[in-house]
């Protein structure tokens, strides 16, 4: 999906003239209560608006991890997975299924089975490449900043459940913090991938503002109801990070994140 750049221009304008030495703040975006927004512009200084730096579960967004982590390897290879909305005790998050999925659909709709079934995979090769702390180093290193302390010492790949895809506690960040990672140089790569999956061949290849743009709904523990909808999204020059009241939706986060940065540049 993608978000014109002309919807932003306000936003971008005022984002470049943070770099002269006025520093003036972007517009103050038109949020709804319980809603918080990080953002930054091309020259990444951080704004943050609501309780953007208050962690919550990060849902499917640990896809984002595991693109950087395997999404070159599982590009080249041309996976794909068939998702029918379960796999043993597991569910996705489309209960009927996705079908038929490739890494591009796969991120775009959320299909957190074939993301599990792909990680699976990965791991086993990594153990028999590297042996298990290696392999265990290997995952750790890009999930760290969204675990904290929570992941209990051991050898070897994590068991690789629900919580690693979604579900749960254990992966969990703020809007201001996923944000910050995603400005890191370090992410440099990756968002560039996500830029490519996200967006469509035309869009990625002659739109130079398209937005690459991905959102969820964290499910909690124990396949419960969606507790808050996320959205990310970028275009090369913006970098935001949305996150919605409790019992929203992917869609809702979509059209929000829309309305707020329409709303920013209205402000002009």
């Known amino acids: 999906m993608w978000i014109g750049a002309r919807t932003l221009s306000g936003l971008l304008a005022t984002a470049t003239l943070a770099a002269a030495p006025t520093k003036a703040p972007p517009p103050r975006p038109a949020l709804l209560p319980g809603e918080s927004l990080a953002l930054a512009g091309p020259d990444m200084e951080v704004y943050r608006y609501g309780d953007a730096a208050v962690e919550g579960p990060m849902g499917a967004f640990s896809q984002l991890l595991w693109a950087k982590l395997e999404g070159a390897v599982w590009e080249s290879g041309v996976l794909s997975f068939k998702c029918t909305g379960a796999m043993g005790p597991f569910r996705c998050s489309n209960p009927k299924g996705h079908g038929r999925v490739d890494l591009s659909k796969a991120l775009r709709e959320d299909c957190r089975l074939a ?16 042996g298990d702390g290696p392999a265990r180093a290997r995952m750790v290193d890009v999930f760290q900043p969204f675990l904290g302390r929570r992941l209990p010492d051991a050898e070897g790949v994590p068991d690789l459940g629900a919580s690693w895809f979604g579900e749960g506690d254990l992966l969990r960040t703020s809007p201001e913090a996923l944000l910050r990672w995603l400005a890191d140089p370090a992410q440099e790569e990756a968002v560039r991938l996500y830029r490519r999956l996200l967006l469509s061949f035309m869009d990625e290849t002659f739109k130079e503002n398209a937005w ?7 499910a909690a523990a124990g396949g419960a109801a969606s507790t808050q909808a996320w959205a990310v999204g970028g275009n090369g020059l913006v970098l935001a990070v949305m996150r919605l009241p409790p019992g929203s939706t992917r869609e809702e986060a979509l059209a929000r994140f829309k309305a707020v940065m329409v709303g920013a540049a209205a402000k002009k």
């Open 212 to 218: 690459w743009f991905k959102s969820t709904a964290p």
């Open 115 to 130: 993301f599990m079934g792909w990680a699976r995979m990965s791991a086993q090769r990594w153990a028999e490449d590297y």
